[in-house]
């Protein structure tokens, strides 16, 4: 399956070469985890981030049992501290 | 040390200009800028007196690092009774100004009094002069900042000044200094305004003196490799939030009637660094303020057949364009997802002198108010005044720098625009300041925030920002928030920007070049100290002004209307489940206002 993520801010510099500005498209097979979708971006271990599937905000103990489909919307956003 | 420990004083009703000593006690104890500026307002005026009276002073503020070899040592405040909120105000800005005002040998610059006809200032070093501005009164701040350099010739003077919005007494005027950056919030510049003060213009050779010039320099630098995460803002600016706030749902919308723009990605980096179908791109440059190494501002320019400029050939050049905040105000709170549109009127507004987030939010509530029925086209010369639409916000943004029929309405800030046309609650605003981006729905904290800052709806008073990124429970943000705004105190007291504690440094850094500049030895527990001072100072003048509890809130579309999508959807803001806690850490009353107890403690 495909799915496309959303990357912003500075975090939009682990994007897959050859991305669009802020998102890409992995493919995975089906039944793949939040984590498998993670993983396939370079992100530092020691960066933080915001994860949002479809709109709902999840915390990192989450990643590992959420099951992703193709038709989800998955962000991630770089806590920003303010401007 | 870098203190000059010299005051200017510059009283306008008798035309006299003197130096004076600076109360080193007050310093020490309020440090410069913010604090120290505060200070002597309250010293020095009845903070119940009219902000446009004589009575009211503006204090043109340094801090101990402004002008050292710090990054980012470029910042002063304009500290005032504010026209727009009838509080105490301190709007800070950057560029070359404030520096320049510290080499002419003064830390503090106070302006007193009225003048009779409208005057500017001229200082060089020790010279000062009062002269007659007829010839700049009625002119922008562009047109004046090119009249005064002509005359004086000197490419390295600074100035600050108004545009007609502070001549015409729009509650929101700036001071707008170097063209593009400005003291923007809550009506400084409308105080110069009313006492016919049109500009300052300033040149320094005296320099900033430290005792150990090699010892700083290697600490600058040392302190300066310490902002190890400053690409992004330089990169993007601080426009990268909008992308943030809008997909978490805490992007202000339509007069915060939604937390999510459906248009935001017209307005975000991307849009900002793509060629449209025109191949124009926004963006030209970053711009940088004093000592920066950081350069977070924008200079832009808009596509030259665009229908806001195609006959203006004064627009066609760059200037400071946008950044979140006015993305927002001009955009997400309007509707208006026209980069080329929301850019023009930030062009305006640094031109005419108005603060942008506030010239927003009073043309959104304006539209809130044409939806509703309650304006009419017959109040906006047939202007269709519509969310959505690019033509009015620029129609409404001219006709407000012009104080032109329903401009005029708008000059007069969201909550009296409100008033007048029959429904205070559409105005989106605390103490009469129009909020800035964040909506406290979606950010809990922001919200108490919002309803406790002294100088109204601020986003730059607190940082609750990654404990509300992280969780919408209300469990631990009132402490967030005290702590944030005592250490955001501090820093605006120093000389140096916000903006490195976004980038890598932490408040010992900041620490460690206020000791280096004053030769002090001041701890993290006094950075609370000096903080929790300037807080509960700025606190009891807005109390003698009159304020109290019952300011301390937000619009009850906020407390009541939950927010439609994102995060927080169905959430409203708990501010009433806050407010106690923190009125406890602050150790005020339950009517909030400090206990005996806290102002002694506090030496107050
Ligand atoms: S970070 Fe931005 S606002 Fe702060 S001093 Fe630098 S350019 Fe100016």
Same mark, same amino acid.
């Given at each position: ?22 998102? @890409? ?59 | ?180 950056? =400005? ?234 625009? @409100? ?17 800035? =981006? ?58 140096? @920007? ?107």
């Amino acid at each position: 399956m495909q799915v496309s993520v959303k990357l912003f801010g500075g975090l939009r510099e682990y994007l897959p070469a050859g991305s669009a500005f802020n998102a @890409c498209v992995l493919n995975l097979p089906e039944g793949s985890m939040l984590t498998d979708v993670l993983s396939h971006l370079p992100i530092p271990e020691n960066k933080t981030y915001i994860v949002l599937l479809n709109d709902v905000k999840l915390d990192r103990e989450a990643h590992a049992d959420t099951i992703v489909s193709a038709s989800d919307e998955i962000v991630l956003l770089p806590p920003i501290k303010g401007g | 040390m870098s203190w000059h420990k010299q005051i200017l004083r510059v009283n306008l009703t008798e035309g006299r200009c003197q130096i004076e000593p600076l109360n080193m006690e007050w310093a020490n104890d309020y440090l410069g800028q913010r604090g120290l500026g505060s200070k002597y307002l309250l010293e020095e005026m009845d903070p119940a007196a009219d902000a446009l009276s004589p009575e009211n002073k503006v204090i043109f503020a340094t801090g101990p690092v402004t002008g050292t070899l710090a990054s980012t040592s470029g910042r002063y405040s304009v500290i005032t009774k504010g026209a727009l909120t009838d509080a105490i105000a301190c709007s800070n800005s950057g560029g070359k100004f404030g520096a320049e005002l510290k080499f002419a040998g003064y830390d503090l610059l106070i302006i007193e009094g009225e003048s009779e006809k409208p005057v500017y200032l001229h200082i060089e070093d020790d010279k000062v002069e009062l002269c007659d501005a007829s010839e700049v009164w009625g002119k922008t701040v562009w047109e004046t900042e090119d009249f005064l350099g002509k005359k004086y010739a000197d490419p390295l003077m600074r100035f600050a000044s108004i545009g007609q919005a502070g001549e015409n007494l729009c509650r929101y005027a700036c001071v707008v200094n170097d063209r593009h950056r =400005a003291a923007g919030r809550s009506g400084v510049g409308t105080v110069m305004g009313a006492k016919k003060i049109k500009a300052i213009a300033v040149r320094g050779t005296k320099g900033v003196k430290s005792p150990d010039p090699a010892g700083y320099f290697k600490l600058a630098s040392e302190v300066n490799a310490r902002m190890t995460e400053r690409d992004e803002m330089s990169r993007d600016g601080t426009l990268a939030m909008i992308d943030v706030t809008n997909n978490f749902g805490a992007l202000p919308t339509r007069n915060n009637r939604s937390v999510r723009f459906e248009g935001a990605e017209k307005l975000n980096p991307e849009a900002m660094h793509t060629p449209n179908a025109n191949g124009h791109t926004n963006i030209i440059t970053n711009g940088a303020c004093f000592g920066c190494t950081i350069g977070c501002g924008r200079i832009c320019h808009v596509d030259p057949t665009h229908f806001s400029i195609k006959d203006k050939p004064q627009y066609h050049g760059a200037s400071g364009g946008l950044e979140y905040e006015t993305a927002y105000a001009l955009g997400a709170a309007c509707g208006v997802d026209d980069i080329d549109a929301a850019t023009y009127v930030g062009f305006l507004c640094n031109e005419y002198g108005m603060d942008p987030i506030s010239l927003g939010g009073s043309i959104a509530a304006a539209m809130e108010l044409f939806d509703i029925g309650a304006i009419t086209e017959q109040d906006t010369n047939g202007v269709k005044l519509e969310f959505g639409s690019a033509e009015a916000l620029c129609a409404m943004g001219e006709m407000t720098a012009r104080n032109e029929g329903i401009g005029a309405d708008i000059a007069m800030g969201s909550k009296r625009l @409100c008033e007048k046309y029959g429904h205070p609650d559409l105005s989106m605003s605390v103490k009469g300041q129009e909020f800035a =981006a964040y909506d406290g729905r979606g950010m809990q904290g922001m919200g108490l925030a919002y309803a406790t800052s002294n100088r109204g709806a601020c986003h730059l008073r607190a940082s609750p920002y990654e404990h509300d990124f992280e969780t919408t429970d209300i469990e631990g943000k009132a402490q967030v928030v005290y702590d944030s705004q005592n250490e955001v105190a501090f820093i605006d007291s120093t000389g140096l @920007c916000l903006f490195p504690s976004e980038c890598g440094w932490s408040i010992k850094d900041y620490l460690e070049l206020v000791n280096g500049s004053c030769e002090s030895d001041w701890s993290e527990d006094d950075v609370q100290t000096v903080g929790e001072r300037i807080w509960n100072l700025e606190r009891l003048f807005n109390i003698k002004a009159g304020l109290g509890k019952k300011d301390d809130t937000l619009p009850k579309r906020i407390l009541e209307e939950p927010a439609d999508v994102g995060t927080a959807k169905g959430l409203v803001c708990k501010l009433g489940d806050m407010l106690p806690e923190y009125y406890q850490l602050r150790g005020w009353n339950e009517e909030g206002e400090p206990t005996s107890d806290t102002i002694s403690r506090l030496g107050l």
